[in-house]
Nanobody
Framework: QVQLVESGGGLVQPGGSLRLSCVAS????????MGWSRQAPGKQRELVAG???????YYADSMKGRVTVSRDIAKNTVYLQMNGLKPEDTAVYYC????????????????WGQGTQVTVSS
């Protein structure tokens, strides 16, 4: 119902910046919130940032003050601006969307993109 495609990852030096983009397609009207998670090798996937349709933004403590999540409604796109990157930020970053499935009682649905690699190294 919803497809997500990320882009913008790459190799940056410590202290550098990147802007990740995620374009949503499909049943866009079902989406309630969009955000970003990341997963490093051998680590659990963790939420980085998200924004609800109401405009409420959430940031993980590990990146608070260094990232900004934003959206462009006309382009069906959510962005993650990352500054002051550290080697420990190296991970695959995944776009995700939370939607509502309505077949009987409404229930939550989670959608995930393929991910984009971010590597922070000297």
């Amino acid at each position: 119902q919803v497809q997500l495609v990320e882009s913008g990852g790459g190799l940056v030096q410590p202290g550098g910046s990147l802007r990740l983009s995620c374009v949503a397609s499909g049943n866009i009207d079902s989406i309630n919130a969009m955000g970003w998670s990341r997963q490093a090798p051998g680590k659990q996937r963790e939420l980085v940032a998200g924004v609800s349709n109401g405009g409420h933004a959430y940031y993980a403590d590990s990146m608070k003050g260094r990232v900004t999540v934003s959206r462009d409604i006309a382009k069906n796109t959510v962005y993650l601006q990352m500054n002051g990157l550290k080697p420990e930020d190296t991970a695959v970053y995944y776009c995700n969307a939370v939607g509502t499935i309505v077949d009987g009682l409404p229930r939550r649905a989670d959608y995930w993109g393929q991910g984009t690699q971010v590597t922070v190294s000297s």
